[in-house]
């Protein structure tokens, strides 16, 4: 006879009780998301480029390999020139991960016909797998909006030369990270859209103190498609979202609708660092009417003046923080905030690592993810 203790009927019972524990204990121990198993941070690059342009915004990693660029490159784009005036920044540049070597991928004049006030890079940049570069331009010439133009969307070819700029009545300072459906032929870019009627850092609003806040902000929905050999031709415009917050700021240019993130739904998340929110418009790749400023999904918590926002392959959403340097992980099917980690802990700012934190991009392999730290003009990658 088996004189084991879990032999008989008794046994069999603590058998099931202990695995149940096990099982328990093991579902206790698994990360509840992506960033519970994010142990290491390195740095690897400056973004300051020979003409001294810096604060690092857009984070996007190359789709597939076209002319200077090689599959899985970090393009990052710098908004403030050598004299810190924002809205000014004209460079890209290119860290390749295989040989850790950074190349100055594009620079652009500061003064552009086709983009009205100029140029300033911005977060609402991308590269499709067609090679072509897009990036957004919200200019200024004082590094305040009291100076800004309605700016643009570049276009440049795979070598960082511009191509093509698209501006007009619905396109004014392109500011968030895009949200792109890239089909090869055709591509889906959605936009957030920060300086209709913005004014100066100056006017302020008596009853709070600050710069006044208007509810005009918009996320654009633009089709394009992309001819065999040549560049992409907008094809239609949509204005998918409207009434988001903004207001002009001295410190921080502007705040408004930053990050977009889209689900296999076609739910398009947006968020809304004013308000402290992140949203949800329904139906966005399709949809032929804004939707307004979405269906709630969450706000306050962990969220502090949320910026960039990327979509994780368990389908969570990775939140930059503005006003310190947490990056937040919400689950958008139930609206909650499972986690939080300190990415950027700078005591030189207050909270620490407040307005550090702008663009992220998941890593190739969808286990990381890269980063700017604008305190140090760095590209950071955040991993296992």
């Known amino acids: 006879m088996n004189d084991s203790i879990f032999?008989?009927?008794?046994?069999?019972?603590a058998l099931a009780v202990a695995l149940m524990t096990c099982a328990a204990q093991a579902a206790a121990d698994e990360p509840k998301g992506m960033l519970e198993s994010i142990h290491r941070h390195v740095t690897l690059t400056s973004s300051v480029t020979e003409n001294g342009d810096l604060n690092p915004y857009a984070v996007v990693v190359a789709p597939v390999s076209a002319g200077a660029i090689q599959k899985d490159d970090v393009l990052v784009d710098n908004f403030n020139n050598l004299s810190n005036l924002q809205g000014t920044g004209t460079t890209i540049i290119d860290y390749r991960p295989s040989t850790k070597?950074?190349?100055?991928?594009?620079?652009?004049?500061?003064?552009?016909?086709?983009?009205?006030?100029?140029?300033?890079?911005?977060?609402?940049?991308?590269?499709?797998?067609?090679?072509?570069?897009?990036?957004?331009?919200?200019?200024?010439?004082?590094?305040?909006?009291?100076?800004?133009?309605?700016?643009?969307?570049?276009?440049?070819?795979?070598?960082?030369?511009?191509?093509?700029?698209?501006?007009?009545?619905?396109?004014?300072?392109?500011?968030?990270?895009?949200?792109?459906?890239d089909r090869g032929d055709t591509a889906t870019l959605f936009i957030s859209m920060a300086g209709f009627?913005?004014?100066?850092?100056?006017?302020?609003?008596?009853?709070?103190?600050?710069?006044?806040?208007?509810?005009?902000?918009?996320?654009?929905?633009?089709?394009?498609?992309?001819?065999?050999?040549?560049?992409?031709?907008?094809?239609?415009q949509t204005v998918v979202g409207d009434g988001f917050a903004q207001r002009a700021d001295r410190d921080n240019f502007l705040l408004g609708p930053t990050g977009l993130s889209l689900g296999p739904d076609n739910t398009l998340y947006v968020t809304d660092g004013l308000d402290n929110v992140i949203t949800a418009i329904p139906d966005a790749v399709d949809r032929t009417t804004s939707g307004g400023t979405g269906k709630l999904v969450t706000k306050d918590g962990l969220l502090s003046w949320p910026l960039a926002m990327v979509y994780t392959p368990a389908g969570h959403l990775l939140v930059c923080n503005g006003k310190?340097?947490?990056?937040?992980?919400?689950?958008?099917?139930?609206?909650?905030?499972?986690?939080?980690q300190w990415i950027d802990s700078d005591q030189a700012q207050s909270p620490p690592g407040n307005g550090d934190l702008f663009g992220i991009a998941l890593t190739p392999d969808g286990q990381g993810f890269y980063y700017v730290e604008d305190d140090m003009n760095t590209l950071v990658r955040g991993g296992k």
């Open 7 to 13: 032999s008989g009927k008794g046994g069999a019972l």
């Open 101 to 181: 070597q950074t190349t100055l991928f594009a620079k652009l004049p500061q003064k552009l016909p086709e983009c009205p006030g100029g140029v300033g890079l911005t977060t609402a940049m991308t590269m499709l797998k067609s090679g072509w570069v897009i990036v957004g331009s919200t200019p200024s010439t004082d590094g305040t909006t009291a100076t800004k133009g309605d700016g643009c969307l570049i276009v440049l070819d795979p070598n960082g030369k511009m191509v093509a700029a698209w501006s007009g009545p619905t396109i004014n300072d392109p500011w968030g990270d895009m949200a792109v459906v």
């Open 324 to 340: 310190d340097g947490q990056l937040v992980e919400v689950d958008p099917a139930g609206g909650k905030q499972i986690y939080s």
């Open 197 to 236: 009627g913005l004014r100066s850092p100056d006017v302020i609003d008596k009853a709070t103190g600050f710069p006044e806040v208007i509810h005009k902000a918009t996320v654009l929905r633009l089709n394009i498609k992309i001819p065999d050999g040549k560049p992409p031709v907008l094809v239609d």
